[in-house]
């Protein structure tokens, strides 16, 4: 009997698909795409694509970022409830209402929010290229969306910049606390800490380095320790595993993204058999954003 990686691999090809998967999904998920990596990664992975459907497993807004790339291919969603928490914390409205509050400044916008509000920024980032994006600014004044955290982390290091933050988070990376990576400290003396920039600044003040999640491979590769620390969402260990041989992780409890686990090879198969889950957006949206997401991804 055929299995279910073999049917999606035969799926695949007959539709001339190409499987993307984020670094925080399940380990089968991540086994059975063709590219597996970070927000910006996908992105480009997404951009440079002759498919002529895109599975994306990941958070809605990671899809409709690949749509908003390829608005004439097919985008799926195998769970297209599997909705990220910090993209809710900001509008539309809100983003016209800040500039209103702050007239001249750039909104830059962290790739973890809705098309809709991609459509009202000046540029996007992501927290592999989100120093690099607001120091390049060409103005002094910057509203940051949505994560309060990362434009907390790109301000003190754009000491120019006056950056105005907002009030959204990653509930993951929001509740990992500075005591739980001081006791993972005492459990693994001399074992460096890597830690995700969407973490609370009294976290990222206990870390040796901080960087996204493709940034952490680098980092744990080149690392002397057989030891290391990451702080960030579970699911990345999977990844570090098996291109890091021969190194130990260890995560903060608890630290995981439930709608990033929502997607499984049962709703991958699903989205391929039957091509539901299209990822829709509306025209004016998609044009608007195009510019932001183009110049996240250096184009």
Not at 45 to 68: P, R, W, Y
Not at 268 to 293: F, I, Q, S
Request: net charge negative.
């Amino acid at each position: 009997m055929e299995s279910i990686v073999d049917r999606i691999r035969s799926l695949k090809e007959k539709h001339n698909a190409v499987i993307l998967a984020h670094n925080y999904c399940l380990a089968e998920v991540q086994d059975v795409a063709d590219h597996v990596g970070d927000s910006l990664g996908l992105s480009i992975k997404a951009s440079e694509t002759d498919a002529d459907v895109i599975v994306f497993c990941g958070v809605t807004f990671m899809a409709e970022s690949a749509k908003i790339l390829n608005p004439g291919k097919k985008v799926l969603m195998p769970e297209p409830e599997a909705l990220c928490a910090m993209a809710a914390m900001c509008s539309p409205d809100q983003i016209d209402r800040a500039r209103e509050c702050h007239p001249g400044a750039e909104v830059v916008g962290y790739v973890n929010s809705t098309a809709a509000c991609k459509a009202r920024m000046d540029v996007c980032c992501t927290s592999s290229n989100v120093v690099e994006i607001v120091g390049g600014l060409g103005t002094k004044d910057v509203i940051f969306v949505p994560d309060k955290n990362l434009g907390a982390y790109s301000a003190s290091k754009c000491a120019d910049k006056d950056v105005h933050l907002w009030t959204g988070f990653c509930p993951i990376h929001q509740c990992i606390t500075a005591e739980q990576v001081r006791r993972l400290k005492e459990a693994y003396p001399g074992a460096p800490v890597v830690a995700h920039p969407e973490c609370r600044p009294d976290v990222l003040a206990l870390a040796d380095h901080i960087g996204s999640t493709e940034k952490m491979i680098g980092i744990s590769n080149r690392s002397d320790s057989e030891d290391i620390i990451i702080v960030t969402e579970v699911g990345m260990k999977h990844r570090l595993e098996k291109e890091c041989p021969g190194k130990r992780f260890h995560f903060p409890e608890y630290a995981v993204c439930s709608a990033m686990k929502m997607t499984t090879l049962d709703s991958v198969l699903h989205a391929l058999e039957t091509l539901d889950g299209e990822v829709v957006l509306d025209k004016d949206v998609l044009d608007r954003a195009y510019l932001p997401v183009k110049r996240m991804i250096g184009e």
